[in-house]
């Protein structure tokens, strides 16, 4: 077996392009950790948009490093229309750290560069690349492009692949099949390279069908080829760009290593990590968003410590308790009058479907009737929203696209995983097992 390809795995730490000449450590400090305060404080349905003026702010200011007299009002205009794009959405960001550590932000940095708050406040534009910036090289170091970095006579890499999309379903790295409610935030990824998690929020209020609604994906620091970067999307809001404005992978020799390619606007970006071989899909289909990832079995597995990796996804599945057997309840439906499951806990989609009915539309667009097809008919009949078959077939798509193994695109066995911590005995329900222990217990005293 070939020996895992050497790497140095570089701690995540926070990258700062730069806001001008004379900028003081407190301003920059609480700009430095904002794409932090967004990881560790989602808010999943939250209509703040201080993340667009922040990405629309860098952007316009990322190349100002030496900033001369002449080129100051220019700052001075882009700082103001952060300024206003704040105050327009003040209102709904009471409470947000992140909102309110832009606010003291740009209060310094009016200070520091004797800023007027009145003036100018048109859009700030996106700079133009000067020759040779870091965005157009395309001479990366060998160890920015993984596959060049295999010698010819090494094993080619294994590929494996991750989804996520509906209600949610997951296709873990190791092609299990899975439903499952984890409502809230949950990690999909979380290896020495990348962390990716989701947000899942319901569907309709009081339902127990969920979709994923806010995505964060932290690409950490590496060698010489790209800076920590940061990208985040939401429900109405797929950028095409990192939270701070770029669309590579920073000012390192090998940046170009990391790329954000926008597919179509607001609906499918993208991202090529070379460095690492991995290739990361996201959508907005409807409201709700997908994912789906190509990564190496090598990255795959590059984790610290293997054993705190117990809510990793993509690599072990949903928690048991998080599970749901939709087969079984999907044979209830076909069996009870072929109509869609109702109870007191879901109220009614806005569009009923029947079980014919939903079985019909999703073979419009998966005409094999496997756990794909299968999934686009629960989500139906659980949401009535017509969107979700569109996410299993762009799902399906994407599987076509990423995974290496063209026998394994289509599944047909949804797999049930009991992860370590968190097993029983095969064919034993939980509960006969605890009455059992209870049992030997008692016998015992």
């Known amino acids: 077996m070939r020996p895992p390809r050497e790497r140095i795995v570089v701690k995540a730490r926070a990258g700062w392009m730069g806001m001008g000449r004379g900028a003081g450590s407190t ?9 932090v305060f967004l990881c560790i404080f989602p808010s999943a349905t939250s209509p703040c948009k201080i993340l667009k003026c922040n990405s629309e702010f860098w952007a316009a200011t990322s190349g100002s490093h030496h900033l001369g007299a002449e080129e100051a009002p220019e700052f001075c205009t882009a700082l103001r229309a952060y300024a206003h794009c704040t ?3 003040a209102r709904t960001c009471r409470g947000d750290l992140a909102y309110h550590s832009a606010v003291h932000g740009i209060d310094d940095l009016m200070v520091q560069h004797n800023c007027s708050k009145d003036g100018p406040t048109s859009q700030p534009r996106l700079r133009t690349l000067p020759p040779g910036d870091s965005q157009e090289r395309s001479d990366s170091p060998e160890i920015c492009h993984y596959e060049k970095s295999f010698h010819k006579h090494s094993a080619a890499p294994n590929y494996t692949h991750c989804g996520l999309f509906g209600d949610p379903h997951l296709r873990t790295f190791t ?8 409502q809230g935030a949950w990690p999909l990824i979380d290896n020495n ?13 009081g339902s127990s069908a969920t979709a994923t609604s806010k995505l964060t994906i932290i690409f950490k620091s590496f060698q010489e080829c790209v800076d920590q970067k940061v990208y985040q999307a939401e429900m109405d809001e797929l950028p095409a760009a990192f939270v701070d404005g770029s669309k590579n992978g920073g000012d390192k020799h090998g940046a170009n290593s990391l790329k954000i390619t926008e597919k179509v606007s607001g609906q499918h970006i993208e991202i090529q990590a070379k460095y690492i071989g991995t290739t990361i899909v996201v959508r907005q289909v409807g409201r709700y ?6 990564m190496p079995e090598e990255v795959v597995n590059a984790v610290e410590d293997r054993d705190s990796q117990g809510l990793y996804l993509c690599l072990r599945g949903c928690p048991a308790s998080q599970q749901i057997d939709f087969q079984s309840i999907r044979s209830a439906q076909a069996t009870e009058g072929r109509a869609r499951r109702k109870g007191p806990s879901l109220p ?6 029947t079980y014919e009915t939903a079985t019909a539309k999703c073979r419009e667009k998966l005409p094999v009737e496997d756990l794909y097809f299968q999934s686009c008919v629960f989500d139906l009949l659980t949401t009535g929203d017509v969107n979700f078959m569109l996410a299993a077939y762009y799902a399906f798509e ?7 193994n063209k026998d394994k695109l289509h599944l047909y066995e949804r797999t049930r995983v009991l992860t370590p911590g968190n097993t029983a005995p095969t064919g034993t329900h939980p509960t006969l097992w605890v009455a059992l222990l209870c049992l030997c217990w008692l016998c015992l005293l």
């Open 27 to 35: 301003a920059l400090g609480l700009f430095q950790i904002l794409p």
């Open 87 to 89: 105050r327009r959405t």
């Open 175 to 182: 092609d299990t099949f899975q439903t499952c409610k984890v």
């Open 193 to 205: 390279y990348l962390n990716v998690q989701v947000t899942n929020t319901p569907v309709l209020p």
């Open 289 to 294: 968003l997908t994912f789906a990832v190509r």
């Open 348 to 353: 009614a989609p806005p569009e009923a479907f």
């Open 398 to 404: 994407d599987v076509k696209m990423l995974h290496s």
